[in-house]
């Protein structure tokens, strides 16, 4: 087994090698896609499972809470606290909001005349950090990913007024658990503005 790996990154290095005296366009049609995309990127998958309701833009405030861990045995402590203070911090600087607020639980929250205020909420779904010996053997194949689900629901009511699935596969050499939550938390942000920012672009 170590043997055919070995052989394996033996072979694509020679493969690189013979490429350099090729032009640019050469080297990116003549390696192959899978081995381009295994070594340099990351993937971000968003899969909307609530249909976004027009009523989410009206939004001033929203409380962030803490996602529910189902990974209990899987996720290190460190890096639960870890994505849930990127989260925070994501949202905070898209400026989507006049308050970004950390809550534990819906109970913080203050009934009444407040302002319409919008809770995001969920859960870690999976969790794997991968192994970044064998990413390195297998170059990059053994991917590090990250699943998470979040609702944006009316605090008040409880109406979830929009939710998605997201999901992270770090497939790089040098990508690692942590690279893989911290894509997963800006694209948390980058959902949240598609949602509350009314513009065609977002919500074509």
């Known amino acids: 087994m170590l043997f055919r790996r070995f052989f ?21 049609t003549a390696v192959p896609t899978r081995v381009v995309r295994e070594i340099e ?6 899969h909307p499972t609530v249909t976004t309701k027009p009523e989410v833009t009206k939004y001033k405030i929203v409380a ?8 209990l045995d899987e996720i290190p402590v460190s890096m639960y606290n ?8 994501d949202i905070s600087a898209k400026k989507l909001f006049t308050q970004v607020l950390p809550i534990q639980d819906e109970v913080e929250l203050t009934e009444g005349n407040d302002p319409p205020t919008l809770v995001l909420d969920g859960f870690v779904d999976n969790y794997s950090g991968g192994s970044e010996a064998l990413r390195i053997a297998e170059v990059g ?16 009511s409880s109406e979830v007024l929009a939710a998605a699935s997201i999901s992270v596969y770090e497939r790089g ?9 911290h ?9 949240v503005q598609k949602q ?8 074509g």
Do not use: W
């Open 82 to 89: 870890y994505l849930n203070t990127e989260i925070i911090r």
């Open 64 to 71: 962030v809470k803490k996602l529910d861990n189902l990974m």
């Open 196 to 203: 509350v920012v009314p513009s065609p672009k977002n919500h």
């Open 8 to 28: 394996a990154m033996a072979a694509l290095l020679i493969s690189l090698q013979s490429l350099a005296c090729f032009s640019r366009r050469d080297v990116i």
């Open 41 to 46: 990127g990351e993937k971000a998958y968003v």
């Open 141 to 156: 194949l053994n991917h590090a990913v990250i699943t998470i689900r979040i609702e944006l629901k009316d605090a008040h």
């Open 173 to 181: 050499i040098a990508r690692t658990g942590k690279s893989a939550v």
């Open 183 to 191: 894509k997963v938390a800006e694209s948390v942000a980058d959902y």
